[in-house]
């Protein structure tokens, strides 16, 4: 076992809670529990953002599918990074302007239904709750892979961390501790993979052997984590299966991994185009939708600083993408042993030892990048929980503005509890297919509410529900189809996994259908609550 590890992480979680007890000072009132008392500067939110959107899909997740996958993957991080310049372009400053807390407080404002309040205190849990599920299931699969630990705990851990942390600081202290955190992040995959490329070039190995497919670099023993068919053997689960240096990686029946010259082409085995547009739908309208990503927005003190923050996000998580995709390609060099057990989220863990040894500078660089995993669950899963529990404190405990901290820390309880148990359950899922799936429901229920709710003086509140009952419902259908139900083939199988490229479209028409049905319930007052959405501050009286 790597010596370094569980010093790297008592450090990371140690400086955690030391950030969370410091601004802990910061933190007196409920609105320095919800929007920081909406004073972070630009700069300051511009790396918070940045720390809590990437996360485990993000930090494991991206270089796992292109190790898998290949090239038809790009996708992801394409569109992760992409779907702030919707958010700049449309949704920023009109919604910091609008003086929300919550994304419910934003329907309250707009059209002011309590119908539509509630729905949207539903789906920003769901969303929420669905998000954070993957980010304790990396924090399980990296004390499982390279701690030796078990998958239960490291989710336990992470998840009570992360609970007292936005307990007792709320958004003011989780500011401090995100911005470290991504810097943190940035830092433990920058370094190692300086040197992984340097031990790339001096072993002059391609980027991918074409046929049969990859090979191992070295002697290698795999043991198998479940039944499977390797070549058109069966072996069962526990066998350990031996290779020398050079031999082909095998293909093995449970594992969909993507072989040979597909995995540098697009358009390979699995893909098909409906899959690659729904995905890029999903990631680029869905970061606009995903509820801690908007509740930053409502630090801002004001329009032009929520421009500037944007901006500014888009250059540090564009930066921050570039890294797991080279994780991904050289772990295809280093790493093929994970093409057959599936558990290629594990890469960017476990490469820094596969090419660089197992001495002192592999195993240093191994506990850098466990550190900035660790980093990576707990920015986002606090900046989600403190969406929730934010949700939940002004909706479901009904404390409102004026409610208590202890509310707050109540309702922060009462977020964690339901994504940590779920966690336990789900632990065989790739972290960015569940990503994928919260991404698909926020873009099929939150982006039409926004983008139509800002740009629409004759959206109703009617057309809003009807909108979000027929997008969202039918991806978070999707959603439970496919985590919960039986394997499906086809083109079935791609509308149910992938579902944005229907259910986006279908949201947009049924709101705007159901609005002009509805025209007599456009609100009096709409023309006052357009102004104020986007009129600069400086203009107003």
């Known amino acids: 076992m790597n010596p370094y590890l569980v010093p790297s992480l008592i450090v990371v979680i140690l400086v955690t809670v030391g950030i969370g007890v410091y601004g802990l000072r910061f933190a007196r009132t409920t609105s320095d529990f919800l929007v920081a008392s909406r004073s972070v500067?630009?700069?300051?939110?511009?790396?918070?953002?940045?720390?809590?959107?990437?996360?485990?899909?993000?930090?494991?997740?991206?270089?796992?599918?292109?190790?898998?996958?290949?090239?038809?993957?790009?996708?992801?991080?394409?569109?992760?990074?992409?779907?702030?310049?919707?958010?700049?372009?449309?949704?920023?400053?009109?919604?910091?302007?609008?003086?929300?807390?919550?994304?419910?407080?934003?329907?309250?404002?707009?059209?002011?239904?309590?119908?539509?309040?509630?729905?949207?205190?539903?789906?920003?849990?769901?969303?929420?709750?669905?998000?954070?599920?993957?980010?304790?299931?990396?924090?399980?699969?990296?004390?499982?892979?390279?701690?030796?630990?078990?998958?239960?705990?490291?989710a336990l851990l992470v998840g009570v961390v992360v609970t007292a942390n936005v307990a007792l600081g709320g958004m003011r202290a989780i500011t401090f501790v995100q911005a470290f955190q991504y810097w943190l992040k940035l830092?433990?995959?920058?370094?190692?993979?300086?040197?992984?490329?340097?031990?790339?070039?001096?072993?002059?190995?391609?980027?991918?052997?074409?046929e049969p497919g990859a090979t191992f670099p070295a002697a290698t023993t795999v043991v198998l984590e479940q039944d499977a068919v390797v070549d058109g053997v069966p072996f069962e689960k526990g066998q350990q299966l031996s290779y020398d240096e050079g031999a082909p990686v095998p293909?093995?029946?449970?594992?969909?991994?993507?072989?040979?010259?597909?995995?540098?082409?697009?358009?390979?085995?699995?893909?098909?185009?409906?899959?690659?547009?729904?995905?890029?739908?999903?990631?680029?309208?869905?970061?606009?939708?995903?509820?801690?990503?908007?509740?930053?927005?409502?630090?801002?003190?004001?329009?032009?600083?929520?421009?500037?923050?944007?901006l500014v996000v888009l250059g540090l998580v564009g930066a921050f993408y570039l890294l797991p995709t080279l994780y991904g390609v050289l772990g295809r060099i280093y790493t093929p042993q994970l093409l057959m057990t599936g558990r290629t989220d594990a890469v960017v863990l476990l490469l820094p030892e596969a090419a660089l040894g197992g001495g002192h500078l592999g195993r240093l660089l191994g506990a850098l990048v466990t550190a900035g995993a660790l980093a990576a669950f707990l920015s986002t899963s606090s900046g989600l929980l403190t969406s929730v529990a934010g949700v939940v404190f002004t909706d479901v405990l009904r404390a409102g503005r004026s409610g208590s901290v202890r509310d707050f820390r109540l309702a922060t309880v009462l977020a964690a509890s339901v994504p940590i148990l779920l966690s336990l359950y789900v632990s065989n899922m790739d972290v960015s297919r569940v990503v994928g799936l919260a991404f698909a429901v926020a873009a099929s229920s939150f982006c039409p509410l926004l983008v139509l709710g800002i740009w629409w003086r004759r959206l109703t509140d009617v057309g809003a529900v009807a909108g979000i009952l027929a997008g969202g419902g039918a991806s978070m259908a999707a959603v439970l189809i496919t985590v919960l139900g039986p394997p499906l083939d086809g083109w079935v199988a791609d509308a149910v996994g992938q579902p944005a490229a229907w259910t986006v479209p279908l949201a947009f028409l049924v709101m705007i259908v159901g609005s002009l049905l509805t025209s007599r319930r456009v609100p009096p007052d709409v023309g006052a609550t357009m102004l104020r959405l986007h009129a600069p501050e400086s203009l107003r009286v």
Do not use: K
Request: with cysteine; aromatic share 14%.
């Open 41 to 154: 500067s630009p700069s300051w939110n511009a790396a918070a953002i940045s720390g809590e959107y990437l996360s485990a899909a993000s930090f494991l997740g991206v270089a796992g599918l292109i190790l898998r996958y290949g090239v038809d993957v790009l996708w992801y991080p394409v569109g992760f990074a992409a779907g702030y310049l919707a958010l700049l372009l449309f949704v920023a400053a009109p919604l910091r302007r609008s003086g929300a807390f919550t994304l419910p407080d934003f329907c309250q404002v707009r059209l002011g239904s309590p119908l539509l309040r509630t729905l949207a205190s539903v789906f920003v849990v769901f969303i929420g709750c669905l998000y954070l599920v993957p980010q304790l299931q990396g924090a399980g699969l990296t004390f499982t892979t390279v701690a030796g630990g078990s998958y239960a705990w490291g």
């Open 187 to 210: 830092t433990a995959l920058a370094v190692p993979v300086i040197f992984l490329a340097l031990q790339w070039q001096s072993d002059g190995r391609p980027p991918v052997t074409p």
């Open 251 to 310: 293909r093995v029946s449970t594992v969909d991994a993507t072989f040979g010259p597909d995995w540098l082409l697009p358009g390979g085995d699995d893909g098909t185009l409906f899959t690659t547009y729904s995905l890029i739908l999903a990631t680029f309208l869905g970061t606009m939708g995903l509820p801690h990503v908007l509740v930053r927005f409502y630090t801002n003190p004001d329009g032009a600083s929520a421009r500037r923050t944007t």
